[in-house]
């Protein structure tokens, strides 16, 4: 894997449950930018989070939580060593280094439906 390279994880993805993006594999990055597109949007609220997996348990820990929306719109999360206060267009940061292993996951509440873009930006070798 090169250095900052992008990855789409899901175009335009219709679900009418919670969203769990594909286990990712990162190779060698020391972080990652997730942007969030979520274009359409019924109900009351959702959340995106970022997950990194622990490998012997199969079990997932969340590392970087947005608060509830309930609209659509652009959310972006940075994982990142280091990385310091969300600001200018990040929503939800955390300074822990990526994991090997690591989701997308939107999270509805009361919602019919929802569709989003889930783009990944690995940064940092």
């Known amino acids: 894997m090169a250095d900052n390279q992008d990855i789409i994880i899901s ?4 679900t009418t449950a919670t969203y769990n993006s594909p286990d990712q594999d990162n190779l060698n990055s020391r972080g990652v930018i997730v942007v969030v597109d ?3 949007f019924t109900g009351t609220n959702y959340t995106v989070s970022l997950q990194i997996k622990d490998e012997l348990s199969g079990k997932y820990v969340s590392i970087a939580a947005d608060s509830a929306q309930t609209a659509t ?18 929503n ?30 690995y940064t940092g070798v």
Do not use: C, D
Request: proline share 4%; hydrophobic share 50%.
């Open 11 to 14: 175009s335009s993805e219709t």
């Open 38 to 40: 979520v274009t359409a």
């Open 73 to 90: 719109g652009t959310r972006t999360l940075l994982v990142y060593p280091g990385a310091g206060a969300a600001a200018q267009g990040v």
């Open 92 to 121: 939800v940061s955390a300074g822990f280094p990526l994991a090997r292993k690591w989701r997308v996951v939107i999270t509805k509440t009361a919602v019919s439906a929802f569709t989003a873009t889930v783009v990944a930006h």
